[in-house]
């Protein structure tokens, strides 16, 4: 939380919201972080999701959009998020 909070051009507007549930079907770990800001000075929307495989390998995967097109990603970030397997 604290890494994306501080991310280079990331200005952070809101309180992170961090969801530990988000289930995984290759068994990862996932941790989703969302809030609100100004990347390069532009209002935006910003989601990221942790993964973590049972062997410790991990990444980050981040969907930033408009604050008026939030509502369009509907779920598809996490459907993206879902198919990825951490090798």
């Known amino acids: ?41 532009v209002a935006a929307f910003r989601t990221s999701y942790y993964l973590m495989n049972p062997k410790g390998e991990h990444m980050v995967v981040t969907f930033i959009a408009a604050p008026n097109q939030v509502n369009n990603l509907e779920s598809r970030d996490q459907t993206l998020v879902e198919n990825i397997e951490v090798h």
Not at 3 to 27: F, I
């Open 1 to 41: 939380k604290k890494l994306l909070e501080g991310a280079p051009g990331w200005q952070q507007e809101s309180d992170s919201k961090v969801d530990e549930d988000v289930k995984h079907p290759h068994g990862c770990v996932v941790v989703r972080v969302s809030a609100s800001g100004k990347l390069e000075g």
